[in-house]
Structures are given as structure tokens and as C-alpha cells.
């Protein structure tokens, strides 16, 4: 087989992996336009709620282990699975620390997994540089802009921190999503950056009710898992590659 035989195979088998987990995501869209077909945003907080609200992130989850393998259980595959926990936890308002306990150990493992050697590592540039510096100021300005509103909350004295730490490692796994060059775990860890800011401003009422607040926090949050995990599948697929070229 030459050259230009194995270049055309290998696009034939990139566009049938394509089409393969495609179709494995199919329960994930599904069960995103169930929870936004049943999801109102003065609906009780319930069992039932919370379980339509997590069952997408799961079975993200579940399509992230399926083609990864155990490997990823305390990477991608794990984060997703506190992210449900999360989604649970923010269901009912009391449990919101726990929720966002739950996130930051979510983007934790986001960050471990874009340091693993699935993703490649490139020599920092320039670029990378002044992106790096952008993120970090716009977390750091983000968390000056809230200070005065988390001092108004009821619970100031754990908020400020707890808040304080969070925006600190969802803007670390920003920065690490650059790293790695991929397109779909940066808009990933953008999107999920963006999702947290809306919330955010809406929870501590930053911001007058806006009409589609909820609406535009939750499709960029899905979209944000969304990335993430197709980014983790590509990542290890590109290694495998990788590593079939590299063979004598």
C-alpha cells in the first residue's frame, strides 16, 4: 500500500470514528432536549429534576469510558461524574457550596487529564504566553468584580474563599486547555468559564433577572461538557495514531 492508499484509508477510518461516536452521542442529545423540554425555571427542586437535569453529563460520562477506557476514569470520565454530582447539588439553593465543591474537583481532574501524555505537549510560544495572561486576569478581575456582592451574602465568610477557589481552578484548567492546542477542549474550558460567569452573576445578583439567564448558563454548560469529552476521545485517538506511525 502506498502512500497516497494509506493516506486515503486513514481519512476513511478518521471519518467512520467520526461517525461512530457521532452516533454514541446520540443519548446525550436526546437527553438535553428532554431536560430543556421539561425544565422550567420555577420548578421545585426534586429527585426527579435533578436526575433529568444530571442524566446528559452521564451519559457523557458513559460515552467518554466506552471509548477511552478505564484510563480516563480519574480524568475526563471522573470529572464529568462530579459534574453530575454538582448539577444534583445545585438542584435545591441550600446545597450550592456542595455543588460547587463538587465543580472544582470536576476541573481538578479536567486539569490533571490535559497534563497527561494523551494530549501532546507543545512548547510554550508567545501566544500561548499572552493567552495564558489573559485568562489568569480575566479570573482574577472576575473575582474582584464579585468580592463586594459575596461580602452582602449570608454566608460571606465561606463563600469568599470557597468562590476565591473555584474561580482560581476553573481559570487553571483554562489555561491548561490552551496547552494542549485542541480546538474542542479550549472552546470546551471557554464555554464552561462563560457558563460559570453567567451563573455566577445571576446567584449573587450581580445583575438585574434576566428573561433567558438559566437558559443561556445551562446550553453553554452542556455545550462546554460536550467539548470536553469529544476533545478527550480525539486526544487519545491522535495518540493512538501517533504511536501506529511511529512503529518500525
Known sequence: MDILETDAYDRRQRRNTSCALLFSLLPFFLSTAVYFYLWTPDSSASITSAGVKSAP???????????????????????????????????????FLHGMGAFAVAHLLYSLTFLSGRYAAYRSSSWTRLLYLILFMVGGSFYIYLYPFLRKAPNSDLLIPAVGVYIFLITLMGMLAIRTRRTATLLGSLSFMLSDMSLALQVFKVTAPMKHGQTVVMVTYYLAQLLIAVGDVKAVEHKDDFAKWKRP
Open 57 to 95: 453529563i452521564l451519559l457523557l460520562a458513559a460515552v467518554v469510558l466506552s471509548w477511552n477506557g478505564g484510563q480516563s476514569v480519574m480524568g475526563v470520565v471522573g470529572g464529568l461524574v462530579f459534574s453530575a454530582v454538582g448539577d444534583c447539588c445545585l438542584v435545591w439553593p441550600e446545597l
